[in-house]
């Protein structure tokens, strides 16, 4: 087992179900850390799901996740965090100007347009597809934020068809070469 200096909050990124709360568990117990899933942190804050808040108006979502990762940031942390967040977090101006103040490691775990629509098809689709064609829709959105969040990253991890414990050790790996995190 390694561990993670306090300082360190690692924030996982990525598209939906591309692996960001199991890492972040499988993670966290490597590092022996604190984890943290951003939606269910809005759940318990908020008392309604995300998709539900989504579902009554995309704003009310922003704005518990904005006052979510804003009460993590202001939060004096006696371990370091894993924090994973929700697929749409980089949608959200409010939130990732917070980011500019803060001392999170952005790690993005990227998938492939293909994969990750072939894994939101698993379950009910979310409503943030609910139009005419949702896969044209998913593609064009999972580009766009594949971009943005790629641009943010200071890390980029190709998660796709891996494991979570593959996706830690390469975690592991990154931040050992960049960064003094393992210890």
Not at 6 to 32: D, M
Not at 74 to 98: S, Y
Request: glycine fraction near 4%; aromatic fraction near 6%; charged fraction near 20%.
């Amino acid at each position: 087992m390694g561990t993670a200096s306090n300082r360190y909050r690692i924030l996982l990124t990525g598209p939906k179900h591309v692996g960001k709360t199991s890492t972040g568990r499988a993670l966290a117990l490597f590092w022996e850390s604190d984890f943290i899933d951003l939606d269910e942190l809005i759940e318990q804050q908020t008392g309604s799901s995300p998709r539900t808040l989504y579902t009554q108006a995309p704003e009310r979502l922003k704005e518990a996740e904005t006052q979510a990762l804003a009460s993590l940031i202001k939060a004096q942390a006696t371990r370091p965090q894993i924090i994973a967040a929700g697929g749409g977090i980089i949608d959200n101006e409010e939130a990732m100007a917070l980011f500019n103040h803060s001392d999170m490691l952005i790690i993005y775990l990227e998938v492939s347009v293909e994969t990750a629509w072939k894994r939101i098809c698993q379950g009910p689709l979310p409503p943030f597809l609910n139009t005419d064609n949702p896969q044209e829709t998913h593609k064009t959105l999972h580009q766009r934020r594949a971009a943005a969040y790629k641009s943010i990253a200071h890390i980029i991890i190709p998660a796709e068809a891996q494991e979570p414990e593959h996706i830690v050790q390469d975690i592991i790996a990154a931040c050992s070469h960049s960064l003094p995190l393992c210890t």
